[in-house]
């Protein structure tokens, strides 16, 4: 994904002024991984949160418990119920995201 963008991103600037080309690709650049860091972090804590939940119950565990298999840990499947909606929801970000880096798109947000 990040090739892909800053791919486009490059590619966009076909044709730009070059006194500020590289000021112009910096921004861009900055611009593109700042918004998929922000859908990586949003989708690792939809993940890593319920599962630090339940390894938390595991640390906190004596080992009598745990050979005992005193301790609950939720199946997977409780813990990520809704794991269809976090893949669509990835899905509809990235189409969002790829769909803000066309030439087109790159060039409007590019001056002159």
């Known amino acids: ?12 600037l076909e044709g730009a002024r ?7 690709l910096g921004n861009l650049l900055r611009e593109s991984t700042g918004k998929l860091a922000d859908e990586h972090v949003r989708l690792m804590n939809k993940i890593i949160v ?3 939940k339940e390894m938390i119950k595991l640390i906190k565990a004596t080992d009598g418990e745990i050979v005992e298999r005193q301790v609950e840990i939720s199946p997977t499947e409780m813990v990520f ?3 269809k909606k976090l893949w669509s ?4 970000s990235i189409a969002e995201l790829l769909e803000d880096h066309t030439p087109e798109a790159i060039s409007t947000r590019v001056p002159g």
């Open 1 to 12: 994904m990040l090739m892909i963008l800053t791919q486009r991103d490059v590619l966009g």
């Open 18 to 24: 070059k006194p500020y080309y590289s000021a112009q």
């Open 50 to 52: 319920p599962f630090r």
């Open 81 to 83: 119920p809704d794991d």
């Open 89 to 92: 929801d990835t899905k509809l």
